[in-house]
């Protein structure tokens, strides 16, 4: 019997796509230092944002935040920024933004 050598073999596709996923993996340094344009305005960020099912943006992003989970509130502005370009808000400054979350943060906490 011989094979169909047209689609490469299923263990291939995922070999292909952790090689991928690994070296995006290496990428987590350039996002430590942004802030939420610098998200917004990123296309390997975007591409997750309107495209939630990418499972290899989806790991990347979660893996993300995992290891830098005080970066969720500018990924949140910057998600929020990408779904609605034209919507404005004042703009809070960045210690505005953390004093609000570590308020929401202690809230939760006590409650």
């Given at each position: 019997m ?13 070999q292909n796509?952790l ?12 996002y430590?230092?942004?802030r939420?344009e610098?998200f ?5 960020f ?19 935040l ?10 949140e502005?910057a ?16 210690q ?9 943060n ?6």
């Amino acid at each position: 019997m011989s094979r169909n050598l047209k689609h490469p073999p299923f263990t291939l596709i995922v070999q292909n796509k952790l090689k991928k996923l690994q070296k995006v993996a290496l990428d987590f340094q350039k996002y430590e230092n942004y802030r939420s344009e610098d998200f917004a305005a990123d296309t390997y960020f975007s591409e997750w944002i309107q495209s939630p099912n990418n499972l290899i943006n989806a790991c990347f992003w979660e893996t993300f935040l995992k290891k830098y989970p005080e970066k969720l509130p500018d990924i949140e502005m910057a998600r929020h920024k990408i779904l609605n370009p034209n919507f404005h808000i004042n703009q809070l400054s960045h210690q505005e933004i953390d004093d609000l979350w570590k308020r929401i943060n202690k809230t939760i906490i006590t409650n």
